[in-house]
């Protein structure tokens, strides 16, 4: 079998040289490959090959450039066996990012050009291209009340006021078929399932969820909460919602991947932020109502004009990738005024 991309104006990359363009949301990563500071990376599918050498040939000798079906993405980390990629399904208004991992078994080519403006091209196994647009993503938010100890030290907690929180969140679900609600009574996990292509992306939902949320906890329990907010590649693909056993006694939240460790690890991390802030105002932060992990905080669709990165942020590590990341911090009503309606 003859091997492609032989031409001297071609590149080519194995698994280990596919560069990284660490930290770029895509607004900055465009406007860098407008400046030509770095090439743009893209996704393909493998049997896009023939076509594209054709093409670029042609051009090479003067011709048109072409486009062809591709994904913008950037990548953020590579190890032995995978690498992490943010794709963008949407950046002409959300700048909407998707983390994804690319297992190496699934990669198959990766070309360049000697030209400094043109994209590098990672091409793919088809499956696996497919698979990512057929799965189900999903976004978290876990609720948390404030004052708990110092209420239950009261008695301000009592059974009743517990049943009466149980009963209105019953009430208030049921408005809300496609988002589960698992409650732990000072505390609740929203999550709901969205996939590409289909018109049940809305990641401006959990914010007013959260507000109403907030007020059903003042009125049983005389307590404010706070939302930590994720969303991302959920690895129960095609599942539901939730899992409820034919015995009522087992139920699985149908979650694992990045997103739903996530939610944890900026909550450890907001609070180990907000004890520095107490001790000391120059570390740390002080307490929010939002804890928007940036992915998902980036995806809001916002107002023109406004400057997402402006907000105020701190890093976090998590322990199921490999880079950091960072969340925005806020009050429910600052981010209402910086929607679309």
């Not at 990284?20 to 895509?26: A, H, S």
């Not at 896009?48 to 486009?67: A, C, D, N, T």
């Not at 091209?121 to 698979?131: A, H, K, P």
């Not at 408005?175 to 732990?184: D, R």
Request: glycine share 4%; net charge neutral.
């Amino acid at each position: 079998m003859t091997k492609m991309f032989q031409n001297e104006n071609f590149k080519n990359y194995t698994f280990e040289e596919i560069p990284l363009n660490k930290n770029q949301d895509i607004k900055q990563t465009l406007l860098d490959i407008d400046k030509g500071k770095h090439q743009c990376l893209q996704l393909a599918d493998e049997r896009y090959r023939p076509q594209y050498e054709k093409m670029m040939l042609s051009y090479f000798e003067g011709g048109e450039y072409r486009y062809f079906n591709v994904l913008n993405i950037t990548t953020m980390s590579k190890s032995e066996d995978a690498i992490e990629l943010n794709w963008f399904p949407n950046y002409i208004g959300r700048y909407h990012e998707i983390k994804i991992t690319l297992p190496r078994k699934h990669f198959v080519d990766c070309v360049g050009t000697k030209y400094p403006t043109a994209p590098i091209i990672i091409f793919v196994e088809g499956s696996w291209l497919e698979s990512i647009f057929l799965r189900y993503y999903s976004i978290f938010a876990l609720i948390d009340a404030t004052g708990v100890k110092k209420a239950l030290a009261q008695g301000a907690i009592t059974r009743e006021k517990l049943i009466k929180l149980r009963a209105e969140i019953d009430t208030f679900s049921e408005n809300y078929p496609n988002i589960s609600f698992i409650s732990f009574a000072d505390n609740i996990l929203l999550k709901s399932n969205w996939s590409v292509g289909n018109n049940n992306y809305d990641p401006e939902a959990f914010i007013h969820l959260s507000g109403k949320i907030n007020s059903i906890f003042q009125t049983a329990l005389g307590l404010s909460t706070y939302a930590v907010i994720t969303q991302g590649s959920n690895e129960y693909y095609d599942d539901q919602l939730l899992h409820i056993s034919k015995s009522k006694n087992h139920i699985s939240l149908n979650s694992l991947g990045i997103p739903f460790a996530q939610l944890f690890d900026i909550d450890e991390t907001a609070k180990e932020a907000i004890r520095s802030n107490k001790k000391d105002e120059t570390k740390g932060h002080p307490p929010a109502e939002l804890y928007m992990d940036e992915h998902y905080f980036h995806s809001l669709n916002h107002k023109y004009g406004f400057d997402k990165r402006s907000e105020a942020n701190n890093s976090y590590g998590t322990k199921i990738q490999k880079t950091h990341g960072k969340y925005y911090y806020s009050s429910r009503s600052n981010i209402l005024s910086t929607l679309t309606a």
